[in-house]
């Protein structure tokens, strides 16, 4: 069956680098997405990887993908105030419901 | 501007009162879906439609059901409410089912049922 897993809560002074991990148990995945969710506000596309990939950067956004292990990481350079969010982290796998499989979210929290 | 509407963002109501939540997208995709997002539970799919009359169910379908009679819009509908629906709901759409495209969000309905 899907699962994906990521710790609740993750803090990070202002400046440092946020490491988000993420696992996920099926290996038929095709797509990896992290989606970030602020405060009120709709689910945003943050990136995404395609599971022949093993990394992927965006400005200060770093993706990693260890298929092997079935890990996914994003990892945000100079964290900012405005990075306060909750990401989430989903794969797809196409076929059946063709939805998205989230995880729980990690509710990332700057500290000044 | 491409995008996913849904209506009303926040909603209160009481158990057994029948409500719907319009979803609505503009960029003549095929698939659209419903999830629902609970706190520690993340995000979990309802209903599913892949095309125009075509729906399924997802994997918390129970006290819901959905319609898809034109292309652009995907209502949700609670025919009885209870307590437990209390959550945060998102209407997604994308091209068409299967494919490399992310799925569009929309902003969310916010509803509490008393």
């Known amino acids: 069956g899907e699962d994906v897993e990521q710790s609740l809560f993750l803090s990070v002074r202002e400046g440092d680098s946020s490491v988000i991990n993420c696992t996920y148990t099926?290996?038929?995945?095709?797509?990896l997405y992290w989606y970030k969710q602020e405060p009120g506000a709709g689910l945003q596309l943050l990136t995404y990887?395609?599971?022949?990939?093993d990394m992927k950067q965006d400005q200060r956004l770093t993706v990693l993908l260890n298929k092997k292990d079935k890990h996914l990481s994003l990892r945000i350079a100079d964290t900012q105030t405005g990075d306060s969010a909750i990401y989430f982290c989903?794969?797809?796998?196409?076929?059946?419901?063709?939805?998205?499989?989230f995880g729980k979210g990690t509710h990332l929290i700057i500290q000044p | 501007e491409a995008q996913v509407t849904q209506n009303p963002r926040y909603l209160i109501t009481v158990t057994g009162k029948k409500l719907t939540v319009t979803c609505s997208q503009n960029?003549?995709?095929?698939?659209m879906s419903w999830y629902r997002q609970d706190p520690g539970l993340g995000l979990r799919q309802i209903y599913y439609?892949?095309?125009?009359?075509?729906?399924d169910k997802g994997d918390v379908p129970e006290g819901y059901k959905v319609s898809r009679k034109e292309k652009r819009n995907f209502p949700l509908i609670l025919e009885s409410p209870s307590p437990n629906q209390t959550s945060l709901y998102f209407c997604?759409?994308?091209?068409?089912?299967?494919?490399?495209?992310?799925?569009?969000f929309g902003p969310g309905t916010r509803l509490l049922v008393l």
């Open positions: 997604a759409s994308k091209p068409y089912m299967g494919g490399d495209e992310t799925q569009y």
């Open positions: 099926d290996s038929s995945s095709t797509y």
């Open positions: 990887i395609f599971s022949n990939m």
């Open positions: 989903a794969e797809s796998i196409g076929g059946g419901a063709d939805g998205l499989t």
């Open positions: 960029m003549n995709h095929e698939y």
């Open positions: 439609s892949m095309n125009v009359e075509v729906t």
